[in-house]
């Protein structure tokens, strides 16, 4: 069991390869099928023109080359030895098979590159592009992320996903008939939200034995449909009071053998709101504080 009172990702990553291991994100020219047309035009209302975690990434070049210069990086700052290659922007599943397996070799085959994590939509996940991610869940450490965002489709249809809640549960099954580990999106302040259907999210999660988790904080991002809604005041956000105790009765609500990816962001430098999460850490120990202050862990509520 982690020190932490959740199961957190970065322990599994100690154990498995004995060393400081971080993820380098990578841009690999990828869009959406919610933006070019294929199911919509301008994308979820939270995501700016550029995809999320994009303001750290070398845009621009070759895979490889975008995760030399990351290396640079997390071993100057982080004294890490190893890396995993974080295709992250949009959704990193939507282009023929040989055009990913070109391109997740090229990842594989830079040295100290240790494994892969993917990040796509549930509707980006034909039959072929499963059976490649399998060859690589078998051939190496392999996480795909899958955005879920919401399981209540009021919401889904809310915020411009372009997709339903059953197209989610038919990924997860998919992937799990092929061994694929799948860690979950869920963003915590949707609009129109109730802390009740936030917090039944872990309880479907569960459900549906979904292996990971990465807890949002919505941010309202500069040049979105969302940050439209907030300067006409149709919506709010929460303080980090609100959102420490939610996300801190979420984990109370979620298996413990659940791996935690994530509990925050910082947004980055577009962020409108809320300002208070720039300061990331500071959310992530007041979550730790707030849990040891209560007593319960990740998984407490369901303890009989």
């Known amino acids: 069991m982690s020190e932490k009172p ?15 291991v971080h993820r380098i994100s990578v841009d690999a020219g990828f869009t959406c099928p919610n933006r070019d047309g294929m199911v919509g035009i301008g994308g979820c209302i939270y995501c700016g023109g550029a995809g999320s975690g994009s303001f750290g990434i070398a845009r621009g070049l070759p895979v490889a080359m975008q995760l030399e210069e990351g290396k640079e990086v997390m071993i100057r700052k982080y004294k890490a030895k190893k890396f995993i290659a974080y295709f992250q922007p949009f959704s990193n599943t939507y282009a023929p098979v040989e055009r990913l397996r070109v391109l997740y070799d090229e990842a594989l085959a830079v040295k100290d590159i240790v494994g892969l994590i993917v990040g796509t939509r549930p509707d980006c996940l034909p039959p072929a592009t499963l059976d490649l991610l399998a060859e690589y869940a078998q051939r190496s450490w392999f996480w795909l992320e899958l955005g879920l965002q919401s399981p209540h489709d009021r919401t889904l249809r809310a915020i411009n996903r372009g997709h339903d809640f059953a197209a989610f549960v038919y990924a997860v099954n998919a992937c799990k008939e092929r061994g694929i580990r799948v860690c979950a ?8 939200e109730s802390r009740e259907e936030m917090l039944a999210t872990a309880g479907i999660i569960n459900e549906l034995r979904v292996e990971g988790v990465k807890l949002h904080l919505l941010h309202i991002m500069r040049d979105t449909g969302l940050a439209e809604m907030y300067g006409r005041g149709e919506i709010r956000v929460m303080t980090r009071d609100d959102y420490v105790g ?4 979420f984990l109370e609500r979620l298996e413990p053998w659940i791996s935690i ?3 925050t ?14 300061a990331k850490f500071e959310a ?11 007593g319960t862990r990740q998984g407490s509520a369901l303890e009989s």
């Open 246 to 249: 939610l996300v801190c009765d």
């Open 265 to 278: 962001g910082d947004g980055g430098r577009d962020l409108v709101a809320p300002l208070w999460s720039l």
């Open 6 to 20: 959740f199961n957190a990702f970065s322990d599994e990553l100690k154990q498995v390869f004995g060393c400081r």
């Open 185 to 192: 999106h869920v963003i915590l302040g949707l609009p129109g």
């Open 284 to 294: 992530l120990n007041a979550i730790e504080l707030e849990l040891e202050r209560r």
């Open 261 to 263: 990816h994530r509990l």
